[in-house]
């Protein structure tokens, strides 16, 4: 939403006006009440005096706020050396906090740089973390290098329960880097050394004989286990074994993936099992439905389950291989591109899955370019439209094997992207989406299509290319609205470009603007030459805002801007002109607080005469 030029005044006129009261606030005496106290009481009021401890840390995470955790504990971590203990319950509250947000690459490192002193224990536990850590990064190798090294550890072997973890890391490594003969060999081995042990090896063990092709063997080593991940194990074993009527998996299937009480990743794996079923039975749109729901589930990265991964790929073949069964059935001839469109845009409303499946065939096997990119967009827009309708789309375009960069994803898409990126918000991959897309989607306004590159490129790094969108649009000779630039110039002032932004907001003084916005504008030009230290020139600037209309003016923005004008003066090393207008402000003010600031800032000029009498003007 833009803010009108207006109401961007009133809101800086605000913040300004209150800007020499900003050192002493104007305190009332009431008379003190005391309430009566509460016949139990339930909690003491927390300490705001005190650092949070711990289990507050912990509370802001479980309540959604993970990030400032992180900060308390990045503050406040008591120093080993100090306080082992302490550090280590903190250092653990770290290693979970990282985890429940997948900093996986935070992990590793902190397993790398250790305190000098700490346990071994406490070591081989922090070696453990950095290892699954790379397990979710999809790099079993370096995990193993890990693993060897804290199994073999001739110095602290690792106790029993310890070493049984670390065996089953080993085997999910090989299974990370599909070395599923080193797999079969690990289970092998681990049953010759624990024949009567279950613990979690039943499940993996299930998973290396579904990835090795062995439903039946699945079957077999789950029997028993009460695991919930047990449960869609077995049903995609018995699916795969023809153990149980597709249609049967698929109702057990969706119970669970439907039910929005169960944790996000079960629902997830539960949408793969359906669409697996769906396969069998041969039922496209309910396979296609089943893996737009499973992709949809996870804004995020995605799940790199080895057996229930769902991927954008799986969702293209799909489509593609749906969309040309469809042609078959229609005697399409590919190549004929009028007559897919016909055939999708007849089902655009009745039958959408139909009709995407139809477009995606266009989109990838059209012989012309134009073609193609209409098909995307029409695939692309279609998409939106059902549910998790932008989540799948970003990982169809984005996360998919067929787009290598974003560049590669037509125009078209990325215009839908960049709005869709834009409402999440990720700012850094709109900018990258709007790399190159300097004419305007259709039906919109080039000047706000100008404008929004500019700020998603300044916002997102990229603050030369956002300054490249807003010469453009001065340089085109089109009328802009002062109100919708603004935001923009600010942007630049907020990460320090002043000295781009000066030009923009001297091109603005030639719009028609009233006095008053002309006054607002000199003020907020005052602003980049006070940041760049040119204060002479602030000085005259903030002095031409506040006489602009009237040079006896004291109204509020008369006053912010003579009182920025002082200041400005004070460090030119004009100070009788500064401590005049200190003292023309003091006159015209009646708040006490304000008068007491004033005082304060010409007491301060009397000290900078007195230290440096020679350099006064």
């Known amino acids: 939403m833009q803010m009108s030029f207006s109401s961007i005044v009133v809101f800086c006129a605000a913040l300004l006006a209150a800007a020499p009261a900003a050192a002493a606030q104007k305190h009332h005496k009431h008379k003190a009440t005391v309430p009566k106290p509460a016949a139990t009481l339930v909690q003491p009021a927390p300490n705001l005096n005190t650092t949070p401890s711990l289990q507050d840390i912990s509370g802001f995470a479980s309540a959604g706020a993970p990030n400032l955790a992180l900060h308390f504990i990045d503050q406040d971590q008591p120093v080993y050396a100090q306080d082992a203990v302490g550090w280590m319950a903190w250092e653990r509250e770290r290693i979970y906090l990282y985890q429940s947000t997948g900093d996986w690459h935070g992990i590793i490192e902190r397993a790398q740089h250790m305190p000098a002193g700490v346990s071994a224990d406490f070591l081989q536990w922090e070696d453990m973390q950095a290892a699954a850590a790379w397990l979710q990064l999809g790099n079993g190798h370096a995990a193993r290098m890990i693993l060897r090294e804290l199994i073999w550890d001739p110095q602290v072997p690792p106790e029993e329960q310890r070493l049984n973890r670390l065996r ?38 299930a998973r290396l004989f579904l990835r090795t092709a062995q439903p039946q063997a699945a079957l077999d080593v789950l029997q028993g286990s009460k695991d919930p991940d047990a449960e ?16 049967k998996v698929m109702k057990a299937a969706l119970n669970i993936a439907k039910d929005a009480k169960q944790p996000v990743q079960q629902r997830v794996h539960a949408w793969f099992v359906a669409s697996q079923a769906a396969a069998a039975l041969q039922d496209p749109v309910a396979r296609i439905q089943a893996l737009q729901n499973g992709l949809g589930l996870q804004p995020g990265l995605l799940d790199q389950d080895p057996v229930f991964a769902i ?6 073949d799909t489509y593609l291989k749906y969309g040309e069964q469809l042609g078959n059935q229609l005697q399409l001839v590919v190549g004929d591109d009028q007559a897919w469109y016909l ?33 995307h967009w029409q695939f692309a827009s279609l998409i939106q439209k059902q549910k998790y309708g932008p989540v799948v789309l970003r990982h169809l375009y984005l996360d ?17 992207l960049v709005k869709d990126v834009l409402a999440v918000p990720d700012i850094p991959l709109a900018s990258k989406l709007m790399e190159g897309l300097e004419q305007p989607p259709p039906d919109t306004d080039p000047e706000a299509w100008q404008l929004l590159r500019a700020r998603v490129f300044i916002l997102g790094g990229k603050p030369q290319a956002g300054i490249q969108a807003l010469t453009q649009l001065f340089a085109s000779g089109v009328a802009v609205d002062p109100g919708d630039v603004l935001p923009v110039l600010f942007d630049l002032q907020t990460i320090g470009r002043n000295r781009d932004a000066i030009p923009f ?12 916005q002309q006054r607002q504008l000199l003020f907020w030009i005052a602003d980049s ?24 003016a004291m109204d509020q923005w008369a006053k912010s801007a003579r009182y920025q004008a002082a200041q400005m003066l004070a460090k030119s090393g004009y100070i009788e002109d500064a401590r005049n207008l200190y003292q023309g402000l003091l006159n015209a003010t009646s708040d006490p607080s304000q008068q007491a600031l004033l005082r304060h800032d010409m007491q301060q000029l009397m000290l900078t005469h007195a230290a440096k009498p020679g350099d006064q003007h």
């Open 529 to 552: 030459y006070k940041a760049i230290g040119d204060y002479p020139q602030a000085a005259e600037l903030y002095m031409r805002s506040a006489i602009l209309t009237d040079p006896y």
């Open 505 to 516: 907001f001297k091109a603005l003084l030639h719009a028609n603007l009233t006095s008053e």
């Open 168 to 205: 089953q890391l080993v085997l999910q490594s090989y299974l990370t880097d599909q070395r599923l003969a080193d797999a079969q060999t690990a289970v092998i081995r681990y049953r010759q050394d624990y024949p009567k042990d279950s613990g979690d090896w039943p499940l993996l063990e």
């Open 232 to 247: 869609l194990l077995r049903l995609l074993a018995e699916l795969r074994a023809g153990e149980q009527a597709p249609a």
């Open 311 to 316: 991927t954008p790929d799986m969702l293209w």
């Open 343 to 375: 055939a999708a845009s007849n089902r655009y409303d009745s039958k959408p899955v139909a009709a995407c499946a139809l477009f995606s065939v266009v989109a990838f096997h059209a012989l012309v370019a134009q073609q193609r990119g209409v098909a």
């Open 400 to 416: 998919s094997t067929r787009f290598q960069s974003t560049t590669d994803i037509p125009p078209d898409v990325r215009y839908i």
